[in-house]
């Protein structure tokens, strides 16, 4: 499966933003999509998750928990991460891609592969 991330910008503090990640190829069944985000300086954090091979359970870090909203479309051919409440220091490129790693493994980026080209977020006060 091919990802390509979309969506991402430049907002305000307080703002909202949808970015996307569309597969080609193939559908999400049996994947989970996760979202990660790297800024400048830092490793790259895990973000969100969502299982389509387990009734679409979504996960999300601390960090952004109540925030942030992760969903398909139901060709589950998309996934998008809904971001509100943006903060400066949720500033970073946005990428997503796929595993089929169990539970305790969604939150580590090296299971992941496919990749998508990330999309720039830029959150200033």
């Known amino acids: 499966v091919q990802l390509q991330a979309s969506g991402g910008g430049s907002v305000q503090a307080g703002d909202s933003l949808r970015i996307s990640c569309a597969a080609s190829?193939?559908?999400?069944?049996?994947?989970?999509v996760g979202w990660f985000r790297q800024a400048p300086g830092n490793e790259r954090e895990f973000v969100s998750a969502i299982r389509f091979g387990s009734g679409g359970r979504t996960y999300y870090a601390g960090s952004v928990k109540g925030r942030f909203t992760i969903f398909g479309d139901n060709a589950k051919t998309t996934t998008y991460l809904q971001m509100n409440s943006l903060k400066p220091e949720d500033t970073a490129v946005y990428s997503c891609a796929v595993t089929r790693a169990p539970l305790s493994g969604i939150y580590d980026h090296n299971n992941y592969y496919s990749w998508g080209q990330g999309t720039l977020v830029t959150v200033s006060s």
């Open positions: 190829g193939r559908t999400f069944n049996q994947y989970t």
